[in-house]
DNA sequence: CATGAATGAGAATTCATTCAT
DNA sequence: CATGAATGAATTCTCATTCAT
């Protein structure tokens, strides 16, 4: 009759806690007496459930990944095959967490690429999640392309294009609030994409 | 007989080796130590320059700012009064930070804006010139909208948009490297901002 | 209908996790979760058996110490009364925990003495046995002395000598492997045991 | 007009401390604040002048080693070439370690031996020593057997045997103390070179 | 008896800042 | 101005011990 195991909630609750304390402060600020206690919790329980701070941030980075992928999924279901609707329901995706309740993941988000870029544990969930979006609309793109009579060769570098703006939309917000105004991201970002996309604008920057 | 003065000369030591310092580590995990010994100084020196860390990082933000505006006021006086090529101009700075001689700017530059969002004292300089930028871009795309015959009511977002996307192609080139191709970003930035102004594309986004 | 008592069993499984672990790791470096691991039982457990983890320790010392006596009982039966017989017994039953099948015990034995040196209550049982071994080598040396027609005055010091060289013997054996030559060490030691005992010898060290 | 270097009178003042902590405390015991404590200094001086805390103990073991080495030289000196002085030679500087003024050393070295054996850079400094020990003993014993008409085989086992010997002596010493009368140890130690070289005992462990 | 979660004190280490020279 | 030593608080991590089940 032991005490049953909850590590699973205990994670969360840690992995929660360090999203609440990197809304107001960076990861290197989030120190883990303070991540504790925004969980409601011990110091010391903290390293029994992670190995230590930094598998905190893989497990979140994982967490926000997971999240961002469950909005996409559940709105390419109503996206269909139309590669227009498929391109809106990524950034829709994205722009959503910002509208959504959740206002600690976006501050997280935004800080998250420049730990990735420093620690190869937190690149690897990171830059997987980067390379299957890049990937998804990568092909989004080229089908609308196809549809539209052009050849498919930007797709890959228009894909990366909109992946930098909402990279960008989420950073600006953070950094220089009131610059983007609410609710705009989105159509803003859209724009870019047929921007992106557009037979005119090819020969622009030559 | 006075010893020369040299500050203006060890300040700029010194905000040459946090950008040093920048490029591989974090702000936080850039001790004074490291910065003193990137620029070649004895640790002790850094507090008589500087007050304290966070004011080497005020005083970096300043020189990566004037550097830009700097870029950018050489390439404007190559475009005259075009509108379009006054956009370019502003794109083509921002890029060749990236071509220029000066990767650690790159590095440091992505990470500014989070340590920005956190830190009142960094935030003054950075948000001053995003919004000196976001005026100037809003200016700009105000013009081509009046050339073009459209309203301007839609220049201060897209002038978001395009700040945003810049911002993102710096992220998003560290944290994710090659993703974007290199020399790619500024025909990128150039094809998502005629997405922006475009009247085509103006009903994206309802 | 009460649960069959399994203490003894359990304590058992505990010490010998302790030796497992303190075969790699110094004492203070063997957390009970490793020795709860090391015997395959919850941490919990351990003190359930054990008030601290330092009667983990004084255990297994008393473990130890048994298996040495009763491995010389079982030699001394067979060395009748033979001075020079019961002197090698002693020796051989050191010896032999080497060459035993408890390699685990070999490296543990080597720390035990220095733990004793730092715990009153690990002191106690260590000391006891070193008392008596000494004791019991003194009188086996005067057996020597007399029967050689030497006076016994010096027995005691010779058990010290073969005590501290049998010691030793561990103590170089785990921190500088190979410099005794395996299989060496009840043969080296048996020579020093004559030397100490020898007429010839009495002078040497004035 | 800097302040002066004293990084070397701290480093040494340093691993007094520790040496001072290590006669009371095993090394896991010793903690960086004690150490610091014992030294008079600060305790974030220590780190100033030490990389970790096992850095202090190799410096401590490279300082015992150095020490014993010139204790050695000196006694050799007055050796001349006849091999039972220079045997006599290094068993007394050994031994005068334990009547000199340091028992701090006296109790450090016991436990050197086992910090050596789990930790590699510990056991770079010591067994270079003890290596270099070993190939002195065993010239030194080749010496004498040669001199005494007898093959040299037996030289490299008994240099070993020797070595064992003194180490145990050191160890009993603290494990046990009185065991060993006081100033018995010297003679005792060559009364067993005596033996391990002695032609009588030679069959001795068969 | 048994499990594994929880606690909290203490350990090593880092580092901005101050200071003596 | 300049150097490098010194300080002490803060941080991450470990771990014996206790507790709920």
């Known amino acids: 009759m032991p005490r049953p195991r909850n590590t699973a909630a205990r994670r969360r609750q840690i992995t929660d806690g360090l999203a609440q304390v990197m809304a107001d402060k960076s990861y290197g600020q989030a120190s883990i007496n303070a991540i504790a206690k925004a969980a409601g919790l011990g110091s010391g329980l903290v390293h029994y459930h992670f190995e230590n701070k930094q598998a905190i941030l893989v497990a979140l980075v994982e967490r926000l990944v997971a999240g961002l992928e469950a909005r996409r999924e559940a709105r390419l279901a109503a996206a269909g095959d139309d590669p227009w609707a498929r391109l809106d329901a990524f950034v829709d995706a994205f722009a959503a967490l910002d509208a959504d309740a959740d206002p600690a993941a976006v501050a997280c988000w935004s800080r998250i690429g420049d730990e990735a870029a420093r620690r190869p544990e937190v690149a690897v969930p990171y830059r997987a999640a980067v390379d299957r979006w890049h990937g998804a609309l990568t092909a989004d793109m080229a089908a609308v392309l196809t549809a539209e ?58």
Chains 1, 2, 3, 4 share one sequence.
């Open 149 to 206: 009579g052009q050849p498919t060769d930007r797709a890959a570098e228009a894909a990366a294009g909109l992946l930098a703006a909402i990279e960008g939309a989420f950073h600006l917000g953070q950094a220089a609030p009131g610059i983007i105004p609410a609710g705009a991201a989105a159509g803003m970002l859209k724009r870019m994409a047929r921007g992106l996309l557009s037979a005119d604008a090819a020969e622009a920057g030559r």
